[in-house]
């Protein structure tokens, strides 16, 4: 057995003690079942947190047991690297961690003691050290969200601990209420602590009840900035991602500095931009609307509305420069169903810039979208470099000949349109190399590659709001958000001649199967799938038609054939439109999150989704088409991955509910046809 002893004050400070010969064989051999000990408070689990998802990443096959206090046993209820919980007061952790080892067997033990040299690389891989995230499940989130009041910044004060520092709490408290933030005090212990604090800010600061600390932690997540002083309340900030910062180490007199990184944090999290100080104006003059130039769009200590402009009119004013733009190009290098997600925002360029030419920048997959979206006059389908997720090393002649190809185009503006984890700037980059003078987009950080930058804002908002609002803010309306696609009669003449050819007549409703997504972790088991689709194909009396990429041409005939004779495999025999035209002819569609998802709903092709837990539901799921969503709810979820570790637990549902779901959509859909 191999003994591991933790520091908290350092998460890589790991030491490997015990029956194991460092100097030959690997330690990591054989590791089946793993104990660790953190049974001290609160600020040193979170800690650990770190070393815990270290050991859950190089151990995957592994049972993980912890030991640590109730307290703990509640934050890690939920946590995907935890298999089993053992709790303890913290001054009997050290009798039931010798019950533990003296009943059960483990191969590796992970303590919280600092007992020998930092030798973490000696049991965990490298590559698997986490940020210390703490796990919380969607409706917790949900619930969480709930807490703010409005759009203003959100700043919790977590008090306790604050020592001698409660006059730097309250300085900065006030500071950021009058340029507009909304505060509220957490209270540590005493409560009364934090009612002293509430009451130095104003009585426009909240307090909010300590409540269950899953809960607190749930409304944590919400607020824009914590303030901490070194506790457990700012850890627990800290996990579950809420910039946060530490005014122990401030020295005294030393305020305005603690305030001006207050400030930098809430620009980074688009919080002092722009549209707040619009809102902030308006509130002032309802009919006045205010512009803001570069060097003004941070506010000042002494007003939050100094270098501002006001002009006298009922609406916001479109920027000049933009309407004048003849030559627009815009960029979304990613996926089919990404490029689909841009036409509500190219349809309401076009509809304000009718004169101007529409240029689409896509990858060579998202570029065989172009041909649906009308209001695209040219396309340019290139394999971006900052687009490549594996590792495909760098060629400056290519990225050079993107530039020449650009800039011998002469465009006037170029709009970089980008998904939540995106960033505008290497594009934006690439355009001024290219000489395109207005360059916008949505971004987290700072720079002035963007002549136009947008906060990035709600990370869990829909792709489609998200390409909305980078348009609206250029002074373009948007009051359309509706996903649509039209498809060329030469594509619907092409799908119907595959299916006569294949003995399905015209107007012969079917089922349409895409079983495939590009990303193994969003993909539905292949034989469920099958047998969904029998049982829907029987129930309804539809033939199934089955499409995919060509790559996938093996699998899917073998899938085919497990459907039986009223399948007809399609997969790569069709084009990215004539596989719109399929969509559009389909009585229902059966998917995972992928191209077909987008193409239904832009459709209005009923769809069943299989929907793995990689992604947020609000950030791409239909909302305009019917629908049914299935997804069994993970901890873990959304974890963005490509391969799941978890044997796609998100995506563990019976093929007889999926029919279900298919059979009740397809009567819903009759009924209201």
């Not at 592994?62 to 046993?73: I, K, N, S, Y």
Request: hydrophobic letters at 45%; charged letters at 25%.
């Amino acid at each position: 057995m191999l003994r591991v002893s933790f520091s908290p004050a350092d998460a890589s400070a790991v030491a490997v003690q015990g029956a194991c010969d460092m100097r030959s064989g690997d330690p990591r051999q054989g590791i089946e079942r793993t104990l660790f000990v953190e049974a001290r408070g609160i600020e040193d689990l979170l800690a650990a947190l770190p070393a815990l998802h270290a050991l859950g990443r190089t151990y995957p096959r592994a049972r993980h047991e912890v030991l640590t206090t109730p307290a703990g046993a509640e934050l890690l209820a939920t946590d995907p690297f935890v298999d089993c919980l053992h709790t303890a007061a913290p001054e009997e952790s050290s009798a039931a961690l010798e019950r533990l080892l003296a009943g059960e067997r483990y191969d590796l033990v992970v303590r919280e003691e600092l007992q020998g040299s930092p030798l973490l690389e000696a049991v965990v891989d490298e590559h698997a050290r986490g940020d210390g995230r703490l796990y919380l499940t969607a409706a917790e989130r949900a619930a969480g969200r709930r807490v703010r009041a409005g759009d203003a910044p959100l700043v919790a004060l977590l008090v306790g601990g604050a020592g001698r520092r409660e006059d730097l709490f309250a300085a900065l408290a006030r500071g950021l209420r009058r340029r507009g933030a909304e505060i509220v005090a957490v209270p540590g212990a005493p409560e009364a602590e934090a009612r002293a604090m509430a009451a130095a800010v104003g009585p426009a600061a909240r307090l909010w009840p300590r409540g269950p600390l899953r809960e607190l932690a749930a409304r944590l997540a919400q607020v824009d900035l914590a303030v901490a002083s070194d506790s457990a309340l700012g850890r627990l900030a800290s996990a579950v991602g809420a910039p946060t910062i530490d005014v122990s180490a401030a020295a005294s007199g030393d305020a305005l500095d603690v305030e001006r990184e207050a400030e930098r944090r809430l620009d980074e999290r688009g919080k002092w931009g722009q549209t707040r100080i619009f809102a902030a104006a308006r509130a002032r003059a309802p009919h006045a609307t205010a512009t803001v130039s570069k060097e003004s769009a941070r506010p000042e200590a002494r007003s939050p509305f100094r270098g501002l402009r006001l002009r006298a009119l009922g609406r916001r004013p479109r920027d000049e420069d933009w309407l004048r733009a003849r030559r627009v190009l815009v960029v979304r290098a990613d996926n089919i169903g990404d490029v689909v997600m841009t036409g509500p925002a190219l349809r309401a360029l076009k509809r304000s810039l009718p004169g101007a030419s529409l240029t689409l920048l896509a990858s060579p997959a998202g570029a065989m979208a172009a041909p649906l979206l009308p209001w695209v006059d040219d396309t340019i389908a290139w394999r971006v470099l900052w687009q490549e997720l594996h590792g495909r090393r760098a060629d400056p002649a290519s990225e050079r000949r993107l530039i020449a190809t650009l800039q011998a185009r002469r465009f006037d503006a170029a709009i970089v349109l980008t998904s939540f984890s995106q960033n505008p700037h290497a594009a934006a980059c690439v355009a001024w190399f290219a000489g395109i003078p207005l360059r916008a987009g949505a971004s987290r950080e700072r720079g002035s590659l963007l002549t136009h930058a947008l906060p990035k804002g709600d990370l869990a908002r829909h792709q489609v709001d998200r390409n909305l609002d980078l348009v609206r803010t250029l002074g373009f309306p948007c009051d359309d958000d509706a996903l649509e696609v039209r498809v060329p009669d030469g594509a619907r003449c092409g799908a119907a001649a595959l299916l006569a050819a294949r003995g399905v007549p015209p107007g012969q409703p079917y089922l349409l199967v895409n079983p495939w997504a590009s990303i193994e972790a969003r993909t539905y088991d292949g034989g469920r799938l099958a047998r969904a689709a029998k049982l829907v194909s029987a129930a309804a009396g539809l033939p199934i038609i089955v499409t995919g990429h060509q790559r996938d041409a093996a699998r899917t005939a073998l899938l085919a054939e497990r459907m039986g004779p009223a399948a007809v495999d399609l997969c790569g025999d069709t084009s990215v439109t004539e596989l719109a035209a399929l969509v559009a002819r389909a009585r229902l569609v059966l998917t995972n999150n992928t191209s077909v998802m987008h193409l239904a709903e832009a459709l209005g092709t009923p769809a069943v989704v299989v929907y793995s837990g990689t992604d947020l539901e609000s950030q791409w799921t239909p909302r305009r088409s019917p629908h049914r969503l299935l997804r069994k709810p993970t901890s873990c979820s959304p974890c963005y991955a490509f391969t799941c570790p978890l044997d796609r637990a998100c995506l563990d549902i019976e093929p007889a509910d999926v029919a279900d779901a298919a059979i009740e959509l397809l009567g819903e859909t009759e009924r209201h046809a």
